[in-house]
Protein backbone atom coordinates (compact mmCIF):
# COMPACT_ATOMS: atom_id res chain seq x y z
CA UNK A 1 0.00 0.00 0.00
CA UNK A 2 1.10 3.01 -0.70
CA UNK A 3 2.04 6.01 1.92
CA UNK A 4 0.08 8.56 0.88
CA UNK A 5 0.07 11.72 2.98
CA UNK A 6 0.33 11.77 6.49
CA UNK A 7 3.31 9.31 7.17
CA UNK A 8 3.20 6.61 9.89
CA UNK A 9 5.00 8.63 12.78
CA UNK A 10 8.47 7.25 13.98
CA UNK A 11 10.21 6.21 11.15
CA UNK A 12 13.81 5.61 10.79
CA UNK A 13 15.38 8.92 9.61
CA UNK A 14 16.72 8.61 5.85
CA UNK A 15 15.24 5.70 4.98
CA UNK A 16 12.46 7.06 3.26
CA UNK A 17 11.80 9.39 0.17
CA UNK A 18 9.20 12.33 -0.85
CA UNK A 19 8.39 12.51 -4.20
CA UNK A 20 6.41 15.70 -5.93
CA UNK A 21 5.23 14.49 -9.77
CA UNK A 22 1.59 15.93 -9.97
CA UNK A 23 1.36 15.25 -13.22
CA UNK A 24 -0.92 12.08 -14.13
CA UNK A 25 -0.26 9.41 -11.59
CA UNK A 26 3.66 9.13 -12.02
CA UNK A 27 4.14 10.00 -8.50
CA UNK A 28 1.62 6.70 -7.41
CA UNK A 29 4.29 5.14 -9.72
CA UNK A 30 7.45 6.17 -8.47
CA UNK A 31 6.21 4.96 -5.29
CA UNK A 32 5.21 1.71 -5.94
CA UNK A 33 8.76 0.90 -7.81
CA UNK A 34 10.08 2.14 -4.87
CA UNK A 35 8.22 0.04 -2.45
CA UNK A 36 9.12 -2.78 -4.51
CA UNK A 37 12.66 -2.16 -3.68
CA UNK A 38 11.79 -1.45 0.74
CA UNK A 39 12.13 1.87 0.14
CA UNK A 40 9.48 3.94 1.94
CA UNK A 41 7.51 6.71 -0.22
CA UNK A 42 5.67 10.21 0.97
CA UNK A 43 3.51 11.27 -2.00
CA UNK A 44 3.37 14.95 -1.84
CA UNK A 45 0.06 16.84 -3.90
CA UNK A 46 2.65 19.99 -3.83
CA UNK A 47 5.78 21.05 -3.39
CA UNK A 48 4.43 22.83 -0.03
CA UNK A 49 3.25 20.18 1.02
CA UNK A 50 6.52 18.45 0.59
CA UNK A 51 8.09 21.74 2.30
CA UNK A 52 6.14 20.98 5.35
CA UNK A 53 7.52 17.62 5.70
CA UNK A 54 11.13 18.54 5.29
CA UNK A 55 11.18 19.00 9.52
CA UNK A 56 10.09 15.31 9.78
CA UNK A 57 14.18 14.42 7.72
CA UNK A 58 13.26 12.66 5.37
CA UNK A 59 16.24 10.77 3.03
CA UNK A 60 15.93 12.70 0.25
CA UNK A 61 13.26 14.67 -3.00
CA UNK A 62 12.07 13.21 -5.89
CA UNK A 63 9.94 15.98 -7.66
CA UNK A 64 9.41 17.31 -11.50
CA UNK A 65 11.09 20.17 -12.89
CA UNK A 66 7.61 21.88 -13.57
CA UNK A 67 6.62 21.64 -9.86
CA UNK A 68 9.07 24.75 -9.35
CA UNK A 69 8.14 28.40 -9.85
CA UNK A 70 10.33 31.45 -8.92
CA UNK A 71 8.12 32.16 -5.73
CA UNK A 72 8.36 28.26 -4.29
CA UNK A 73 11.98 27.71 -5.15
CA UNK A 74 12.90 30.79 -3.32
CA UNK A 75 11.44 28.96 -0.74
CA UNK A 76 12.99 25.89 -0.71
CA UNK A 77 16.18 28.09 -1.61
CA UNK A 78 15.83 29.59 2.04
CA UNK A 79 14.97 26.19 3.35
CA UNK A 80 18.08 24.40 2.27
CA UNK A 81 20.03 27.44 3.26
CA UNK A 82 19.42 27.17 6.55
CA UNK A 83 20.62 23.60 7.07
CA UNK A 84 22.51 22.94 9.67
CA UNK A 85 26.32 22.18 8.71
CA UNK A 86 25.91 18.14 9.04
CA UNK A 87 23.49 18.48 6.14
CA UNK A 88 23.34 18.55 2.92
CA UNK A 89 19.71 17.28 1.20
CA UNK A 90 19.70 15.35 -1.94
CA UNK A 91 17.09 16.79 -4.37
CA UNK A 92 16.56 14.47 -7.45
CA UNK A 93 14.94 16.73 -10.20
CA UNK A 94 13.15 14.53 -13.22
CA UNK A 95 13.92 17.27 -16.03
CA UNK A 96 12.20 17.09 -19.64
CA UNK A 97 14.92 15.60 -22.43
CA UNK A 98 16.44 17.71 -24.61
CA UNK A 99 19.90 19.07 -25.71
CA UNK A 100 21.23 21.66 -23.86
CA UNK A 101 20.52 25.09 -24.75
CA UNK A 102 19.85 28.72 -23.76
CA UNK A 103 16.88 27.61 -21.76
CA UNK A 104 18.53 24.40 -20.24
CA UNK A 105 21.28 26.90 -19.05
CA UNK A 106 18.50 29.28 -17.40
CA UNK A 107 16.62 26.47 -15.84
CA UNK A 108 20.23 25.56 -14.51
CA UNK A 109 20.52 28.81 -12.97
CA UNK A 110 16.79 28.64 -11.57
CA UNK A 111 17.70 25.26 -9.91
CA UNK A 112 21.16 26.52 -8.21
CA UNK A 113 19.35 27.71 -4.70
CA UNK A 114 18.67 23.99 -3.77
CA UNK A 115 22.09 22.88 -3.52
CA UNK A 116 22.77 19.04 -4.12
CA UNK A 117 20.79 18.47 -7.21
CA UNK A 118 20.50 15.32 -9.00
CA UNK A 119 19.13 15.63 -12.63
CA UNK A 120 17.53 12.57 -14.39
CA UNK A 121 15.53 12.75 -17.59
CA UNK A 122 12.42 11.60 -18.22
CA UNK A 123 11.71 8.97 -19.77
CA UNK A 124 13.64 7.50 -16.93
CA UNK A 125 14.72 3.77 -16.83
CA UNK A 126 13.84 2.20 -13.63
CA UNK A 127 17.09 0.95 -12.82
CA UNK A 128 18.58 4.41 -13.18
CA UNK A 129 16.01 5.66 -10.66
CA UNK A 130 16.24 3.03 -8.15
CA UNK A 131 20.34 3.43 -8.07
CA UNK A 132 19.96 6.85 -7.73
CA UNK A 133 17.32 7.44 -4.47
CA UNK A 134 19.38 4.44 -3.42
CA UNK A 135 23.07 6.60 -3.33
CA UNK A 136 20.80 9.45 -2.48
CA UNK A 137 19.70 7.22 1.05
CA UNK A 138 23.53 6.12 1.30
CA UNK A 139 24.48 9.41 1.47
CA UNK A 140 22.24 10.59 3.95
CA UNK A 141 22.38 8.46 6.37
CA UNK A 142 26.51 9.45 6.34
CA UNK A 143 24.61 12.52 7.15
CA UNK A 144 22.88 11.46 9.64
CA UNK A 145 25.78 9.50 10.98
CA UNK A 146 27.63 12.77 11.05
CA UNK A 147 25.12 14.60 13.31
CA UNK A 148 24.75 12.00 16.36
CA UNK A 149 28.77 11.50 15.97
CA UNK A 150 28.87 15.88 15.83
CA UNK A 151 26.14 15.60 18.53
CA UNK A 152 27.95 13.16 21.09
CA UNK A 153 31.24 15.17 20.21
CA UNK A 154 29.33 18.12 21.74
CA UNK A 155 28.07 16.30 24.93
CA UNK A 156 31.47 14.75 25.53
CA UNK A 157 33.22 18.62 25.17
CA UNK A 158 30.34 19.66 27.44
CA UNK A 159 31.74 17.55 30.30
CA UNK A 160 35.22 17.97 29.46
CA UNK A 161 34.60 21.74 29.75
CA UNK A 162 32.74 21.37 33.19
CA UNK A 163 35.51 18.68 34.40
CA UNK A 164 38.27 21.58 33.71
CA UNK A 165 36.18 24.23 35.44
CA UNK A 166 35.69 21.79 38.49
CA UNK A 167 39.38 21.20 38.44
CA UNK A 168 40.04 25.09 38.47
CA UNK A 169 37.80 25.32 41.17
CA UNK A 170 39.75 22.54 43.28
CA UNK A 171 43.17 24.67 42.61
CA UNK A 172 41.62 28.05 43.41
CA UNK A 173 40.24 26.49 46.44
CA UNK A 174 43.72 25.23 47.84
CA UNK A 175 45.55 28.44 46.53
CA UNK A 176 42.50 30.42 48.37
CA UNK A 177 42.75 28.71 51.76
CA UNK A 178 46.33 29.42 51.75
CA UNK A 179 45.60 32.72 51.10
CA UNK A 180 43.38 32.83 53.62
CA UNK A 181 44.88 31.42 56.34
CA UNK A 182 48.26 33.43 57.02
CA UNK A 183 46.24 36.48 57.72
CA UNK A 184 43.99 34.36 59.90
CA UNK A 185 46.88 32.81 62.13
CA UNK A 186 48.13 36.32 61.96
CA UNK A 187 45.60 37.94 63.49
CA UNK A 188 44.90 35.26 66.09
CA UNK A 189 48.64 35.82 67.15
CA UNK A 190 47.90 39.53 67.06
CA UNK A 191 44.79 39.03 69.30
CA UNK A 192 46.86 37.34 71.69
CA UNK A 193 49.18 39.50 71.86
CA UNK A 194 46.90 42.29 72.40
CA UNK A 195 45.53 40.13 75.16
CA UNK A 196 48.88 40.22 76.87
CA UNK A 197 49.30 44.22 76.35
CA UNK A 198 50.34 46.29 79.41
CA UNK A 199 50.63 49.42 76.85
CA UNK A 200 47.67 50.97 74.96
CA UNK A 201 49.58 52.08 72.87
CA UNK A 202 51.06 48.81 72.14
CA UNK A 203 47.32 47.55 71.77
CA UNK A 204 46.77 49.73 69.24
CA UNK A 205 49.27 48.67 67.27
CA UNK A 206 48.55 45.50 67.24
CA UNK A 207 44.88 46.47 66.02
CA UNK A 208 45.86 48.06 63.05
CA UNK A 209 47.81 45.22 62.04
CA UNK A 210 45.00 43.17 62.77
CA UNK A 211 42.85 45.21 61.02
CA UNK A 212 45.65 45.26 57.66
CA UNK A 213 45.41 41.23 57.73
CA UNK A 214 41.44 41.18 58.15
CA UNK A 215 41.24 43.62 54.85
CA UNK A 216 43.22 41.17 53.09
CA UNK A 217 40.87 38.74 53.61
CA UNK A 218 38.13 41.07 52.55
CA UNK A 219 40.07 42.05 49.28
CA UNK A 220 40.70 37.20 48.88
CA UNK A 221 37.00 36.64 49.24
CA UNK A 222 35.88 39.56 46.82
CA UNK A 223 38.29 38.39 44.48
CA UNK A 224 37.10 35.05 44.61
CA UNK A 225 33.48 35.86 44.41
CA UNK A 226 33.94 37.84 41.35
CA UNK A 227 35.49 34.54 39.77
CA UNK A 228 33.04 31.90 40.42
CA UNK A 229 29.76 34.73 40.37
CA UNK A 230 28.93 34.15 36.71
CA UNK A 231 27.24 36.15 34.20
CA UNK A 232 25.00 34.85 32.01
CA UNK A 233 25.38 37.50 29.16
CA UNK A 234 28.52 39.57 28.18
CA UNK A 235 29.44 42.81 29.55
CA UNK A 236 31.66 45.53 29.44
CA UNK A 237 34.98 44.25 30.25
CA UNK A 238 38.37 45.82 31.76
CA UNK A 239 41.03 43.55 31.18
CA UNK A 240 43.36 45.04 33.16
CA UNK A 241 40.84 44.64 36.43
CA UNK A 242 40.57 40.79 35.39
CA UNK A 243 44.14 39.99 35.57
CA UNK A 244 44.36 42.09 39.26
CA UNK A 245 41.70 39.95 40.49
CA UNK A 246 43.30 36.67 39.19
CA UNK A 247 46.65 37.69 40.42
CA UNK A 248 45.32 38.82 43.87
CA UNK A 249 44.66 34.79 44.00
CA UNK A 250 47.79 33.43 42.96
CA UNK A 251 49.97 36.06 45.54
CA UNK A 252 50.73 33.41 47.95
CA UNK A 253 52.18 30.95 45.35
CA UNK A 254 53.99 33.87 43.41
CA UNK A 255 55.61 34.77 46.67
CA UNK A 256 56.29 31.38 48.21
CA UNK A 257 57.83 30.23 44.15
CA UNK A 258 59.93 33.30 44.07
CA UNK A 259 57.96 35.13 41.20
CA UNK A 260 57.91 38.22 40.46
CA UNK A 261 55.75 39.91 38.67
CA UNK A 262 56.16 42.57 36.57
CA UNK A 263 52.98 44.32 35.13
CA UNK A 264 52.77 46.39 31.73
CA UNK A 265 49.45 48.00 31.35
CA UNK A 266 49.24 50.75 28.36
CA UNK A 267 46.25 51.43 27.48
CA UNK A 268 43.04 49.59 27.95
CA UNK A 269 39.43 50.12 26.26
CA UNK A 270 36.25 48.01 27.52
CA UNK A 271 35.38 44.81 25.34
CA UNK A 272 32.30 43.11 25.47
CA UNK A 273 32.69 39.32 27.08
CA UNK A 274 32.03 37.25 29.55
CA UNK A 275 34.03 38.10 32.45
CA UNK A 276 34.01 34.87 34.41
CA UNK A 277 35.14 32.61 30.73
CA UNK A 278 38.30 35.29 30.57
CA UNK A 279 39.36 35.17 34.01
CA UNK A 280 39.38 31.42 33.85
CA UNK A 281 41.96 31.99 31.05
CA UNK A 282 44.10 34.40 32.94
CA UNK A 283 44.25 32.13 35.96
CA UNK A 284 44.72 28.57 33.83
CA UNK A 285 48.12 30.78 32.38
CA UNK A 286 49.08 32.63 34.90
CA UNK A 287 48.75 28.75 36.83
CA UNK A 288 50.84 27.42 34.35
CA UNK A 289 53.51 30.25 34.20
CA UNK A 290 53.95 29.85 37.92
CA UNK A 291 54.16 25.72 37.43
CA UNK A 292 56.81 26.50 35.10
CA UNK A 293 58.84 28.42 37.15
CA UNK A 294 59.92 25.82 40.03
CA UNK A 295 63.21 27.85 40.89
CA UNK A 296 61.63 31.02 40.44
CA UNK A 297 61.60 34.05 38.13
CA UNK A 298 59.79 36.44 36.63
CA UNK A 299 56.14 37.03 35.27
CA UNK A 300 55.42 39.65 32.55
CA UNK A 301 52.76 40.74 31.66
CA UNK A 302 51.51 43.21 29.20
CA UNK A 303 47.69 44.76 28.07
CA UNK A 304 47.76 46.98 25.17
CA UNK A 305 45.26 48.05 22.34
CA UNK A 306 45.64 45.96 19.07
CA UNK A 307 44.99 45.08 15.44
CA UNK A 308 44.79 41.54 14.18
CA UNK A 309 45.83 42.38 10.62
CA UNK A 310 45.38 38.42 9.54
CA UNK A 311 41.48 38.90 10.17
CA UNK A 312 40.84 42.00 8.37
CA UNK A 313 42.74 44.67 10.36
CA UNK A 314 40.08 44.32 13.55
CA UNK A 315 40.91 46.32 16.46
CA UNK A 316 41.09 45.25 20.17
CA UNK A 317 42.95 44.19 23.11
CA UNK A 318 46.16 42.31 23.18
CA UNK A 319 47.60 40.23 26.09
CA UNK A 320 50.70 39.06 26.76
CA UNK A 321 51.68 36.52 29.73
CA UNK A 322 55.50 35.77 29.57
CA UNK A 323 56.97 33.74 31.91
CA UNK A 324 60.87 32.68 32.04
CA UNK A 325 60.16 28.95 33.32
CA UNK A 326 61.25 25.84 31.97
CA UNK A 327 59.26 26.14 28.68
CA UNK A 328 57.49 23.51 26.67
CA UNK A 329 58.73 20.57 24.99
CA UNK A 330 58.95 20.59 20.86
CA UNK A 331 57.32 16.96 20.63
CA UNK A 332 54.04 18.82 22.46
CA UNK A 333 53.60 22.16 20.83
CA UNK A 334 52.17 21.32 17.75
CA UNK A 335 49.08 19.52 19.66
CA UNK A 336 49.47 21.75 22.75
CA UNK A 337 45.99 23.01 22.38
CA UNK A 338 44.45 19.45 21.83
CA UNK A 339 42.43 17.76 24.75
CA UNK A 340 44.70 15.49 27.08
CA UNK A 341 48.11 17.44 25.73
CA UNK A 342 49.60 18.70 29.21
CA UNK A 343 53.27 19.90 29.63
CA UNK A 344 52.86 18.55 33.26
CA UNK A 345 53.20 14.91 32.62
CA UNK A 346 51.01 12.92 35.12
CA UNK A 347 49.97 16.33 37.25
CA UNK A 348 48.33 17.89 34.72
CA UNK A 349 44.53 17.24 32.90
CA UNK A 350 45.52 18.67 29.85
CA UNK A 351 42.41 20.37 29.43
CA UNK A 352 43.38 23.79 30.76
CA UNK A 353 44.93 25.48 27.44
CA UNK A 354 42.25 23.58 25.14
CA UNK A 355 39.44 25.26 27.20
CA UNK A 356 41.01 28.39 26.96
CA UNK A 357 41.88 28.31 23.08
CA UNK A 358 38.14 27.60 22.92
CA UNK A 359 37.43 30.43 25.32
CA UNK A 360 39.11 32.48 23.22
CA UNK A 361 37.21 31.32 19.86
CA UNK A 362 34.48 31.73 21.44
CA UNK A 363 34.78 35.36 21.80
CA UNK A 364 36.15 35.62 18.08
CA UNK A 365 39.50 36.01 19.33
CA UNK A 366 43.28 34.34 18.65
CA UNK A 367 45.25 32.64 21.19
CA UNK A 368 49.15 31.92 20.22
CA UNK A 369 52.16 31.47 22.01
CA UNK A 370 55.86 31.03 21.75
CA UNK A 371 58.55 29.08 23.73
CA UNK A 372 62.09 27.67 24.38
CA UNK A 373 63.35 24.85 26.27
CA UNK A 374 67.18 24.95 25.63
CA UNK A 375 69.18 26.71 27.58
CA UNK A 376 70.39 29.71 28.27
CA UNK A 377 67.15 31.63 27.15
CA UNK A 378 64.13 29.16 28.37
CA UNK A 379 60.63 30.52 28.71
CA UNK A 380 56.97 30.82 27.12
CA UNK A 381 54.98 34.02 25.86
CA UNK A 382 51.02 33.52 25.60
CA UNK A 383 49.64 35.99 23.46
CA UNK A 384 45.92 36.92 23.56
CA UNK A 385 43.59 38.78 21.01
CA UNK A 386 40.20 40.26 21.94
CA UNK A 387 37.83 42.03 19.51
CA UNK A 388 37.13 45.48 20.79
CA UNK A 389 33.69 46.99 20.90
CA UNK A 390 32.41 48.26 17.28
CA UNK A 391 33.57 51.79 17.01
CA UNK A 392 37.02 51.26 18.53
CA UNK A 393 39.67 53.54 17.13
CA UNK A 394 43.10 54.54 17.15
CA UNK A 395 44.47 51.32 17.93
CA UNK A 396 48.08 50.18 17.47
CA UNK A 397 49.55 47.21 17.13
CA UNK A 398 52.78 48.37 16.98
CA UNK A 399 54.07 46.30 19.87
CA UNK A 400 54.26 42.52 19.27
CA UNK A 401 54.07 39.87 21.81
CA UNK A 402 57.56 38.16 20.32
CA UNK A 403 59.53 41.21 21.18
CA UNK A 404 58.60 40.31 24.69
CA UNK A 405 62.04 38.61 25.74
CA UNK A 406 62.98 35.26 27.19
CA UNK A 407 64.90 35.02 29.74
CA UNK A 408 66.59 32.57 31.91
Known amino acids: ?127 TLISSVKASLRSRRRQYQMREYLAERRKTEKALLQSEKLAVAGRLAASIAHEINNPLESVTNLLYLIGKSTSLEESKLYSETALGELARVSEIAIHTLKFFRQVGKPTQVILTELVDSALVLYQGRLVSARVAVQKDYRSCSPITAMAGELRQVIVNLVGNAVDAMRGGGTLNIRIDRAREYNNGSRPGMRLTIADSGSGILPEIRNRLFEPFVSSKGETGTGLGLWVSSEIVRKHGGSIKFRSSSSPPSTGTVFSIFLPAQSGSANLDDSKEFSQIELRA
Open 1 to 127: MLNLLPDAPGRAHGLHVLVVAPTGRDGILICALLMKQGIQCTVCPTSEAALVRMDADPGALIVAEEVFTPSNIAVWGAKISAQPSWSDFPIIVLTVAGAVDPGSQKKLLFREPLGNVVLLERPIRPE
